[in-house]
């Protein structure tokens, strides 16, 4: 049997020692590899294409109109690490961004809270972005360092439910700590039974573990799935999704990058606030959750990178990450200009 498929965006938190029919919630039995509707490849044809892009515009098409319905309120940005800020690319250690795409963050930065939201470590996402003035959630968002100053609005919510440490001018928050044996666990008995597998890569993600197999030799998928899903079999308390080529194992917990753009929101100071606008722009499957936090939110932009049509829970649409880079520039020009214009219409006592 082929590796099963989450029906609903989020990585299902069913345990593997349940039957195998239920350790995710299917839409489909796919064999590893095999084409995902949801997270690699079109669900329309090419005819559909342009259908797609009327539900999913191009974010830089609607940039015009997006930034209007931002007027007197507060952006906040979220954005992915892997496939939207770098290339996706064989070596998973050298998915590195350029440094153009750095500037354009910096200065995005430099004028919106942003935050960067992915599923690497916190470590490692840092080590990737470079950049002191944004805020990391690693782990998919069971690793976040957040300001230190509105925390106090955030204890009595998510305290019982995180650990929660000071560091420097910083909180740490890690709803996942307690795993942390068992992910150590996990990660030795996964990489003494992958590694005779060429190709296969196990990444220490330090709350979740990243099998990757976009370097293995198709005749090997099945053997390696089945591999990952007996050391699984003895923990029940992790849950194994997919993703672009990687099978991806974390904590049953419900906590993924929605609850973390929540929490981020309430540090920010954001809390229950009706004039902010979060930004969230992601490519993969994991993205869909904070996507669908935007919608049932009402208001935001959730931004999908597809160059192909896919299903998602996404408004609007950016093709790669060269197009991130550019809509990121206009993001950041957008901002002077706004100033620039309030400072002349204040300084000619016109408009606000
Ligand atoms: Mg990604």
């Not at 690699?40 to 009327?54: C, E, F, H, N």
């Not at 049953?252 to 920010?268: D, M, P, Q, R, V």
């Not at 192909?308 to 829970?313: C, D, G, R």
């Amino acid at each position: 049997m082929g590796l099963q498929k989450s029906h609903s965006f989020k990585p299902k938190a069913q345990p593997l020692s349940k039957p195998e029919h239920d350790v995710m919630v299917t839409d489909d039995q796919r064999p590893l590899g095999t084409p995902d509707p949801i997270a690699d490849q079109p669900i329309l044809s090419d005819a559909g294409y342009a259908s797609w892009m009327v539900e999913h515009p191009s974010a830089l098409d609607s940039f015009d109109q997006m930034m209007k319905a931002a007027k007197g309120k507060k952006i906040v940005v979220f954005l992915d690490y892997d496939g939207t800020l770098s290339p996706i690319v064989n070596d998973p250690d050298r998915a590195f961004m350029s440094d153009e795409m750095r500037a354009a963050v910096r200065e995005v930065a430099k004028n919106f809270w942003t935050a960067i939201v992915s599923g690497r470590s916190l470590d490692k996402v840092k080590e990737f972005v470079k950049l002191s003035n944004v805020y990391y959630a690693g782990s998919h968002g069971m690793d976040i360092m957040s300001p230190v100053s509105p925390r106090k609005q955030c204890n009595g919510k998510y305290q019982n439910i995180a650990n929660v440490e000071n560091k420097g001018n910083d909180v740490l928050f890690q709803p996942a700590k307690k795993f942390l044996p068992a992910i150590q666990e996990i990660l030795s008995k996964l990489e003494e039974e992958t590694g005779k597998i060429q190709g296969a890569l196990v990444e220490d993600n330090r709350f979740c573990i990243s099998v990757h197999y976009r370097q293995v030799q198709e005749k090997d998928y099945g053997m390696l799935e089945e591999k990952v899903k007996s050391v699984l079999q003895k923990y029940p308390d992790f849950c194994l999704s997919e993703g672009k080529m990687v099978l991806e194992i974390r904590p049953s917990i419900e906590w993924n990058k929605g609850h973390a753009l929540e929490y981020l929101l309430e540090t920010f100071g954001f809390r229950n606030s009706r004039d902010v606008l979060p930004l969230y722009i992601g490519d993969d499957r994991t993205d869909e959750d904070a996507f669908k936090v935007i919608q049932s939110r009402g208001q935001g932009f959730p931004i999908i990178v597809s160059s192909i049509p896919k299903e998602t829970k996404a408004s609007y649409s950016l093709q790669d990450p060269s197009e991130v880079l550019t809509f990121l520039l206009h993001l950041a020009s957008w901002k002077k200009s706004s100033y620039s214009n309030r400072s002349s219409s204040q300084f000619w006592g016109i408009g606000n």
